[in-house]
């Protein structure tokens, strides 16, 4: 039995590449995101003084986001802890158990989740600033990272809504669905692959017992 045959993929043929900005919050998310971005890199560029310095942050940055991509849906969206004082820290962040449930649902709380986007990247660069990192990297970097996460957005609603048919976007869509209807505990990664290859949590299909 092949990856394809063994793993349900949602009917998504009516959904194309644009028609999908329309769906769970996209249009507000890449906004908000790029429009940051936007505000981010302008602002390195006053501050630093060095256009292509700043341009090349800025994918560093986006290089970066895959990473933490990676990472938070490991070790954040899929903390479920059994004890009761780590269930309380728990509360603190988002999770997306809700998602795993009903995975071609739309998402519900979109102004809960722009807020934070806002406000704890906005945090985070005034605190690397206050520990020492010059403002203008600061800035230029995680404008690449806001471009990366709304593309992880993008990406994760096509893999739900779109065929992929392309050799790439296809073994995308076919990692997420592995992730969602086969493992929880492998294949995290959704921009790429290559942060599951690196930390073994590709899922490899098990071998059938040999006589
Ligand atoms: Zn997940
Ligand atoms: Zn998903």
Redesign the pocket.
């Known amino acids: 039995m092949t990856v394809s045959e063994s793993v349900p993929v949602e009917r998504t043929a009516r959904a194309t590449p644009i028609s999908i900005i329309g769906m769970s919050g996209l249009r507000e998310i890449v906004a908000v995101s790029s429009g940051m971005a936007l505000i981010y890199t302008i602002a390195a560029m006053i501050i630093g003084g060095r256009p292509l310095l700043t341009l090349a942050l800025v994918f560093a940055g986006l290089l970066f986001w895959t990473f933490l991509e990676y990472l938070l849906?490991r070790w954040m969206?899929?903390w479920e802890p059994e004890d009761k004082l780590q269930k309380t820290i728990r509360k603190c962040f988002p999770t997306?158990r809700s998602?795993?449930d009903a995975p071609m649902n739309e998402r519900k709380n979109i102004k809960k989740q722009l807020k934070i986007i806002i406000y704890l990247m906005t945090a985070y660069c005034a605190f690397l600033a206050l520990i020492g990192f010059p403002l203008a990297m600061v800035l230029a970097v995680n404008a690449g990272v806001l471009l990366g996460y709304q593309a992880y957005e993008y990406v994760h609603v096509a893999c739900h809504h779109l065929p992929m048919k392309n050799a790439w976007a296809a073994l995308l869509k076919r990692h997420h669905a592995i992730?969602?209807h086969r493992d929880?505990t492998v294949n995290?990664g959704v921009t790429t692959t290559i942060w599951d290859s690196v930390f073994g949590t590709t899922w490899k299909p098990a071998r059938a017992p040999t006589a």
């Open positions: 849906h969206l899929h997306h998602h795993h992730h969602h929880e995290f």
